[in-house]
Structures are given as structure tokens and as C-alpha cells.
């Protein structure tokens, strides 16, 4: 009862009073200044980038709903074109070496020549040539 007695309330809209206790002593407490109620420009802003960035997943989640199979398709695209783009700087830079392309052209040749005299000039090995054709896609894919 007697602590009840000691507590009286204070006048917070009082501007001079910081004293939260009768009778106590608050010389070496910290003391705050009062809250505005007003944000400044910069809180907003802050405020509102945090909100926005809180959003974003949604965001993300609400286009990629939007828009899946055209970003998959110029992902696609993307890729494909970088891949071509590779193997053709890899190519010119194997055809700057000296004798290294006309060898791979001869070995190109040489290789497509005896691809000709053994699948495709006589009827039987062309059926067997279609035969592992078949096998290969049977096990490419599943059928």
C-alpha cells in the first residue's frame, strides 16, 4: 500500500517533465526525448523498402505463375545460343593450330567413306544398320 501511495502518474504530455517516480532519484538514469509522431523521410522510405522486400518472394511466385513457359523458352534459347557460341570459338581455336585442320578433315573423310562402303552399298547392311537404329531408340526411349 505504501509503494501505491508513492507512485503518482505523470503528465506525458508535459514537454519538461522527465521524471517517471516521485521521490526517486533519476540524475544518472538516461533519458529518452519524447516520441514524435511524425516519421522522417528517410524511416519511410526504409519502411517501405522492407515491405517491398518482404513482398518479393510473392512477387517471384506470382510471375514465374504468370509467365512459366515463356521464361523457360527463353532460357532455352539463351542456353542454346551460349552452347553454339562455345563450340564455335572451341572450333576456331582448334582450326588456328597449325596441320591440326586438315587432319581432322582427312580423318572426317576417311571416316564417312567407310561409313558409306559399310552401311549403305548393299541392301543387307543397310537393314542391319536400320535394325541398330531401332535398337538404339527401342532403348533411348523405352518403347
Known amino acids: 500500500m505504501a509503494l501505491e501511495q508513492e507512485l503518482n502518474p505523470v503528465d506525458v504530455t508535459s514537454s519538461t517533465s522527465t521524471v517517471a517516480l516521485e521521490g526517486v532519484d533519476t540524475q544518472n538514469l538516461p533519458k529518452l526525448p519524447p516520441a514524435s509522431s511524425n516519421e522522417t523521410q528517410w524511416q519511410q522510405i526504409n519502411r517501405q523498402i522492407s515491405q517491398f522486400l518482404d513482398q518479393l518472394p510473392y512477387y517471384f511466385d506470382q510471375f514465374w505463375a504468370a509467365y512459366k513457359l ?43 567413306t567407310w561409313f558409306v562402303f559399310r552401311y549403305l552399298l548393299q541392301a543387307s547392311t543397310r537393314q542391319e544398320l536400320l535394325a541398330e537404329i531401332r535398337a538404339l531408340k527401342a532403348q533411348t526411349l523405352g518403347e
Not at 597449325?98 to 578433315?105: C, G, V
Open 70 to 112: 515463356p521464361l523457360i523458352a527463353l532460357g532455352l534459347v539463351l542456353a542454346a545460343t551460349v552452347t553454339l557460341r562455345v563450340v564455335l570459338t572451341v572450333l576456331n581455336a582448334i582450326n588456328d593450330i597449325p596441320l591440326l585442320e586438315p587432319i581432322l578433315e582427312l580423318i572426317g573423310i576417311i571416316y564417312s
